[in-house]
Each structure stands twice: as C-alpha cells, then as structure tokens.
C-alpha cells in the first residue's frame, strides 16, 4: 500500500483543516488506517484510528475535535480537524497496518510522507 497525505497548511487558533490521505494498491479496505502527528523535538504519537470493521480511535488531545473516516471504494481517509490549537502544530503522517487499539511507541507497515500543519495563536 503507498500512501499521499495532503491538506496541512498555515492556519489561525479555532480554524478547521482537513487533511485527506490517498491509498494506491490492493486491499486497502482489509487494513486498519490512522494519523499520527509528530511536533519537532518530540516523538511521532497516535492521533486518530479507523479499525477494518469501522471502529474508530482517538487520542485524548484531539477527542471531541478531531474526526477520522474512511471511503473504501475511494481508497480515501481522511481526517476532520475543528477546533485547532497551538499545540496541533506538527507533521501530520497517515498510516496504513496499524494494531488499534493503537500502541506506542508508533508502528505500522506502511507510511504516507507527512503534511504540515501550522496552527498560529
């Protein structure tokens, strides 16, 4: 699976984003998929997660904020970001493979290249 993240940009504290991530290969329906966010200096971390079965995850910072989904047939995910903060600065990396309930430190088979998001207050 090859994966292409898109949609991070240069936005104001309390704009919306939505970033999307395009799946290329087979089977993309049969793998659990998510985001991960990595700020500089620190550690890539679990952000959102949409199961196979269409359970979904979040981490605590973004529940309540952030939306995960999912297009199959469209080998699309994407994810829905309100509310934003300072402190969702960070390079955006969506993931194909990983074990959900999600598990640090972050692991999956396949990554896309990272889109970056700038939330200025």
């Known amino acids: 699976v090859q994966l292409q993240a898109s949609g991070g940009g240069l936005v104001q504290a309390g704009d919306s984003l939505r970033l999307s991530c395009a799946a290329s290969?087979?089977?993309?329906?049969?793998?659990?998929v998510g985001w991960f966010r990595q700020a500089p200096g620190k550690e890539r971390t679990f952000v959102a997660g949409?199961?196979?079965?269409?359970?979904?995850y979040y981490s605590d910072p973004v529940k309540g904020r952030f939306t995960i989904s999912r297009d199959n047939p469209k080998n699309t995910m994407l994810l829905q970001m309100n509310s934003l903060r300072s402190e969702d600065t960070a390079v955006y990396y969506c993931?194909?493979?990983?074990?959900?309930?999600?598990?640090?430190?972050?692991?999956?088979?396949?990554w896309g290249q990272g889109t970056l998001v700038t939330v200025s207050s």
């Open positions: 290969g087979r089977a993309f329906s049969a793998y659990n």
């Open positions: 993931a194909a493979g990983l074990p959900l309930p999600p598990r640090q430190p972050a692991r999956a088979p396949y």
């Open positions: 949409i199961s196979s079965g269409f359970d979904l």
